[in-house]
């Protein structure tokens, strides 16, 4: 059975445990006044039947779909013969999607050695099992549920409470998701990071002055200690954030203080969502306008002006990046600025301070902490930022502070070392989930600080 | 859509302001170097007629047929009155009434009020306030202006008082500025308080010591009128009492309008009190005679506390 | 005490009127500063729009050159009787070359027959070919077809390529203008609205390309992505607002929930790969991986302005519904959520058209591939569109380039139109 017959099976086993659970209501009230004798209502014992129907069922259901692949994959594999073992990590993958695809059809056999024929039919076979094991598990836990809701249904049970009570736990789990994606991504990417440091001593990657991943790859060379050194992606990913940061903020922070000191309402409301067309623009938009508009242009400029500019230039991509962040620039030092009480403007103004000196001396110092907090947030969107990065900046990693040359940075590598066919007991692989943690790891600590400073903040004036 | 040019002066929403206003200031000339108005007489309107005495003879400030309006809403109707030199004078009468909005129109500061279109003649010394030629940042140095909430910079006490000195270019060097703040304060009485603490933030002072901390900051630059809207409505009564003591002490170099809810205070700090009601003033006078004899009804419902 | 400190020497108005010409220089100088930061914002979003616009908009035309062709079955290889499948895998490359020979006799040489050959499209064979299986009548006879050009030929029909540039700085020949030149002249070349960029899916040669494989692609992700987030956000939402306790573990998921807004949209890539991927072993480049990815991308904006619209109902409708003996969640599901529903739809369309616009967490997740076929469920293999927009815009021909600038327009009408609906109800909203 496939997955959507099963599923809507169980939504209609769902839909008749309702109906069942409010008949009985009524049954089991029939000689003593009818639904009036109930606690809750009688939709409430349909739910509370329905609930226990569909969710215990639910829950293995999705389990299943989940681990089923890769249980069967295992089971397969520990049945296979043992020159499977001896392959590289990267071969018995190809080997054994070659058998997956065999199993799914989408391989003829005759590209296939016997033994992945025999593992096939053996994954085939197990797969069927699997549909049917599945379908039937389902179904009786469903049919379960429903039962035990239905026998439990008497006119003292609280159905009603019964049923929110399951409510706020849904409600519940679903906020605690956050958490989890936050758990899931630390857990995913420390534990690939962990196997790169066993192959790299981690104060390589972390001082080393040197990046090149692809040296490293030679069959009988072991990774070289010195090619994983972080540092030189780092200072590139620096250097594209400061020339975005040297771009948006004095732009996006004069606009924000234009736009609510000075602005007439409706030069405001038209000036605004305009400008924030720039944040609502997808990133790979911006990489395409920095790899094919700007980084030209600016290598034109740098020629003409007799410089070397490198035809990825961090100028290029900074310049780009910063256009993206002037909107999100914009409406935090908008919503701080905001936030400084009136009558902080008017003790400044009524005592004759110009429109300015009231804005440098008094709103802008007021401001200031809310406003580092913003930049943060900004510098961590920056170092974050992918798609402009790997199209407009370059690949290899140099060590430079010249943003007229090409780097690269954190994000780049990630993306380059990912895309394309992984091997994961390779050190090139596994140094894109350490590089991932340490992204994570520095954008983490700047969310965190910029919130809490933003926070306090806005506590400051509450 | 960007501003024009003759708007650079202006802070942000004053210059709507500019261009409605001084119409009817149109008999402003120009003589020597100080500009004066020729202060029309008060032109009554039919239904109605401000009792007392709205005008004295050595007036600080004047206003003239005073009208203010937000957008389309009247909030003063022709009002009229003069300001004593070194006299503290009085706004009373129901919230809603135009006393504060009155206030604001002395220095200026509904100017920053886009909606705000305010008509009638101004003048102080003689010179007028709404003139092509009077400058904001001249005219609020010279009319200084104490708000309702206490509201000092989170600056230290020091940078709270020697801001508009500052601003205003009043100190030429460090000694200077230090007996400017010292004498600010020790006008505003809140020096012998402080004295220890100049560098600790002014937010961090009590409600009273904060609204003195920002009568101290008004007088650093020296000015000639003092407005004060409201100055005790966020204070407690001992706070509350040693502000009347010290408007009491400042009279003697300033003249003070003070706009206040409470009656008692403007009996006991004001030689002259004036009562609005729904933006027209009712009756002007001496504050004893006002609080013992009132002329009008309304007045005499409001001081006897039958409504407010 | 006031004897002791009399008025400072005279009063300062001299003393500002001295200052006041330099301070209103100042604000002058510092209302320019801000006018000229709107204004910079206002250019660089001006420069980057006519940027792609003007370099797209010439990918919705495009050249069909009318070549005669001589469908002789022998040319075409087929026997007298042609089955479908015959008809199918003739050669009707061979009979497109012979009349294009036809049209031109004094072209000879193997290199120069190339070029000749170049001016159509490899695609234009299929356009035949389409038209023979519609009226197989067809076979035997010499007719006009109006077959699609070369992107290289049609870029020069279009007028993008500057005379008189060095022949070598060009893909288009000197021998091939002339020949397209007199083609044009005979009133053989045509302009139409490129149908082919709508429904065709990736290929390696411009004028075949189209968006339809990434637009299904985007469409099955997007599905995915609001059947997760919309819920479980609005859900979360809920929870927080109407129903969570003050402590601990509520603070622990507000600041996850806050910090996961803020986290580099890669590294949710990075969490799909390890655990979707390598973990459970879903299909790689499948739009289910895809939209779970983005759904918990975006579901700290969903549940952000969810919370910001459950926040804003006036507490009185809860205390009237409380008060009439409804119970807590009677009353959200009843009362708050209705009320809150415009915010919070205005706050998961803006979520969805972030998701919409994503790619880099889609990179990591393999939905980079190359693929020409519409996928039919959210299992298959897909892309995206602004994945799609990234592999082009990595092809150098200028076909591509112009096609890249054309898909981001269409991506931008749709960000548009998300957005306008969103404002739309927040406007409709904000009204009551």
């Known amino acids: ?121 053996h994954y085939r076979a197990l797969a069927e099992s699997s549909r049917v094991i599945k379908a039937l598990l389902v179904f009786v836990i469903a049919l379960l549920g429903a039962l035990l809701a239905i026998r439990r249904i008497h006119p003292k049970l609280r159905a009603r409470n019964h049923v929110e009570k399951i409510f706020k736990w849904l409600l519940f789990s679903c ?146 990046m910063g256009i993206m962040i002037i909107p999100f620039v914009m409406s935090l030092s908008d919503d701080i600025i905001n936030a400084v009480p009136d009558t902080m403007r008017e003790a400044s103004l009524g005592m004759g301070a110009t429109m300015n000196e009231t804005i440098r001396k008094v709103l802008l110092p007021a401001a200031l902490p809310g406003i580092v907090g913003g930049i943060l947030l900004a510098v961590s969107r920056a170092i974050g930022e992918t798609m402009i990065v790997v199209m407009a900046a370059g690949l290899s990693a140099r060590l430079t502070i010249n943003p007229l040359e090409a780097v690269t940075t954190i994000t780049v590598q990630i993306v380059t070392l990912l895309v394309g066919d992984q091997e994961f007991d390779n050190p090139k692989t596994l140094a894109a989930f350490a590089l991932g943690l340490v992204l994570f790891f520095v954008t983490l600590l700047l969310n965190i600080i910029a919130l809490y400073v933003v926070r306090k903040y806005r506590e400051q004036y509450e | 859509m960007l501003v024009t040019e003759a708007d650079y002066l202006l802070a942000a929403g004053e210059k709507k302001m500019k261009s409605s206003e001084s119409k009817g200031a149109a008999a402003t000339r120009e003589v020597g170097n100080k500009r004066s108005l020729d202060i029309r007489e008060h032109v009554e309107q039919d239904d109605y007629r401000t009792i007392g005495s709205p005008f004295v003879d050595d007036a600080k400030m004047t206003a003239r047929n005073v009208n203010v309006f937000y957008d389309e809403k009247q909030a003063i109707t022709n009002v009229s009155l003069d300001i004593g030199r070194n006299e503290v004078i009085a706004m009373i009468g129901p919230s809603g009434c135009g006393k504060s909005t009155f206030l604001r129109t002395l220095n200026r500061m509904n100017d920053i009020i886009p909606s ?126 040693r502000i009347e003591e010290l408007i009491d002490e400042l009279k003697e170099n300033y003249t003070i309008a003070i706009v206040t809810h409470s009656m008692q205070q403007a009996a006991r700090v004001s030689q002259r009190t004036a009562y609005f009601h729904m933006g027209k003033l009712i009756e002007v006078g001496d504050t004893k005679q006002i609080f013992t004899m009132p002329a009008h009804q309304l007045t005499e419902n409001y001081i006897t506390g039958r409504f407010g | 005490m006031n004897n002791m400190s009399k008025p400072r020497s005279a009063t300062p108005t001299d003393a500002i009127r001295a200052s006041l010409k330099k301070r209103y220089a100042r604000e002058r100088r510092f209302q320019w500063y801000g006018r000229l930061a709107v204004l910079t ?85 299929y356009n035949l070919r389409d038209k023979v299986l519609d009226d197989p009548r067809l076979i035997g006879h010499s007719s006009e077809f109006w077959l699609r050009a070369h992107a290289e030929a049609g870029s020069y029909l279009k007028g993008q390529i500057p005379a008189g540039s060095p022949e070598a700085d060009r893909k288009v020949k000197d021998l091939q203008i002339a020949w397209l030149d007199q083609l044009r002249a005979e009133g053989r070349t045509e302009s139409r609205f490129n149908t082919t960029f709508f429904t065709q899916g990736d290929s390696r040669e411009p004028e075949m390309a189209g968006i339809r494989v990434a637009l299904y692609g985007s469409f099955f992700t997007l599905v995915v992505t609001f059947l997760i987030a919309f819920p479980i956000g ?179 009408g749709f960000l548009i139109l998300m957005n306008a609906f969103a404002i739309f109800l927040r406007r409709r909203f904000e009204r009551k």
Request: aromatic content about 8%; charged content about 15%; hydrophobic content about 50%.
């Open chain 1, 1 to 121: 059975m496939e997955t959507t017959t099963v599923f809507l099976v169980l939504i209609l086993l769902t839909v008749i445990s309702f109906l069942t659970g409010r008949k009985r209501s009524h049954a089991v009230t029939s000689g003593q006044g009818g639904a009036r004798a109930l606690h809750s209502l009688p939709k409430h014992y349909g739910y509370m039947a329905g609930l226990w129907a569909l969710l215990p069922a639910l829950t293995v259901l999705v389990l299943w779909l989940l681990f089923e692949s890769s249980i069967l994959a295992s089971i397969v594999k520990d049945d296979m013969p043992g020159e499977l073992w001896q392959m590289s990590e990267s071969e018995q993958g190809l080997y054994f999607n070659q058998v997956v695809g065999y199993a799914r059809g989408a391989t003829d056999a005759d590209m296939l050695d016997p033994a992945q024929i025999v593992a096939g039919d």
């Open chain 1, 175 to 320: 906020s605690l998701l956050a958490v989890l994606t936050t758990l899931g991504i630390v857990l995913s990417v420390l534990f690939e990071a962990i196997r790169f440091f066993q192959a790299i001593p981690i104060a390589d990657f972390l001082f080393g002055l040197q990046w090149s991943p692809q040296t490293a790859i030679r069959a009988d060379q072991v990774a070289a200690s010195g090619s994983f050194g972080i540092v030189p992606l780092f200072v590139g990913t620096l250097l594209i954030s400061t020339v975005a940061m040297i771009i948006a903020v004095p732009v996006g922070l004069m606009s924000a203080i234009y736009l609510s000191e000075y602005a007439t309402r409706r030069f405001r409301a038209f000036t605004k969502p305009v400008l924030e067309i720039l944040a609502g623009v997808p990133t790979v938009v911006y990489g395409f306008f920095a790899a094919l508009t700007v980084a030209p242009f600016i290598r034109n400029v740098g020629e003409a002006l007799g410089l070397h500019v490198a035809s990825e230039s961090a100028l290029a991509a900074g310049l780009v």
């Open chain 2, 116 to 241: 705000c279109r305010v008509q009638g003649e101004f003048a102080l010394d003689g010179e007028d306030i709404y003139g092509e030629e009077q400058d904001t940042v001249l005219l609020r140095a010279r009319v200084g202006m104490v708000f309702q909430k206490p509201n000092p910079f989170p600056k230290s006490i020091y940078e709270n008082v020697a801001y508009g000195p500052r601003i205003h270019g009043l100190a030429h060097n460090k000694s200077e500025m230090d007996e400017i703040v010292e004498d600010s304060l020790r006008r505003a009485s809140l020096f012998e308080e402080v004295k220890e603490q100049l560098d600790k933030p002014g937010t961090g002072l009590s409600g009273g010591q904060q609204q003195r901390l920002c009568i101290a900051r008004a007088i650093a630059v020296s000015p000639e009128v003092i407005l004060m809207d409201e100055p005790c409505s966020a204070l407690d009564p001992i706070a509350t009492a």
């Open chain 3, 41 to 125: 914002g206002f250019v660089f979003l001006f420069i980057l729009l006519a940027d792609i616009v003007s370099k797209g908009t010439p990918a919705f035309t495009q050249h069909y050159i009318k070549v005669s062709v001589d469908l002789d079955p022998a040319t075409l290889g087929l026997p007298a009787e042609p089955s479908r499948e015959q008809l199918y895998s003739a050669d009707y490359l061979g009979a497109i070359k012979a009349g294009l020979r036809a049209m031109f006799p004094d072209v000879s040489g193997r290199k120069e027959k190339q070029q000749l050959y170049r001016l159509l499209s490899m695609g234009a064979e």
């Open chain 3, 234 to 412: 609005v859900s979360a939402a809920v929870y927080l607002e109407e129903f969570a306790p003050r402590n601990r573990l509520t603070d622990l998921i507000e600041i996850n929930i806050n910090n996961l807004a803020a986290v580099p949209s890669i590294v949710f890539g990075l969490l799909g790969l390890a655990v979707f991927i390598n973990f459970f072993e879903l299909p790689r480049s499948a739009p289910l991986v895809g939209g779970i990815v983005l759904s918990l991308m975006t579901l700290p904006t969903i549940i952000i302005t969810s919370r910001a619209a459950i926040q804003a109902v006036s507490p009185s409708i809860r205390q009237a519904a409380l008060g009439v003996g409804a119970s807590k969640l009677q009353t959200v599901v009843h009362h708050v959520l209705p009320v809150a529903m415009p915010g919070i739809l205005t706050g998961s369309i803006i979520g969805m058209a972030q998701a919409l616009g994503e790619s880099a967490p889609l990179l990591m997740i393999g939905m980079v591939a190359f693929i020409m076929e519409v996928p039919g469920g959210v299992t298959d293999p897909a892309t995206v569109l602004p994945v799609q927009i990234f592999l082009w815009a990595d092809s150098p021909e200028r076909g591509f380039t112009e096609k890249t600038s054309a898909a981001i327009m269409v991506l931008m």
